[in-house]
């Protein structure tokens, strides 16, 4: 599962770069993912919101058993 989440963060990347920011994975716990924000991202207001309408909802769709995805420091 990991290697799947790892895939559909890779095609989130690109967007977030655009505005200089990133998402990196930490972990796999079950069907929580914990990523890290990067960048521009680390720190922005609207970091929670793309956090989850945008990555959280690309993640489910490519790999249905996540249940959550979570931002640690």
Known sequence: MRERVESA???IRPMLQRDG???ELVDVEGSQ???RLTGACHGCPMSQMTL???I???VKQEV???TEVI???
């Open 71 to 73: 931002a640690v420091q």
């Open 9 to 11: 963060l890779a095609k």
């Open 21 to 23: 920011g990133s998402v």
């Open 33 to 35: 993912v914990k990523v």
């Open 56 to 58: 959280e909802r690309i």
């Open 52 to 54: 989850k309408a945008g």
């Open 64 to 66: 249905p058993e996540v």
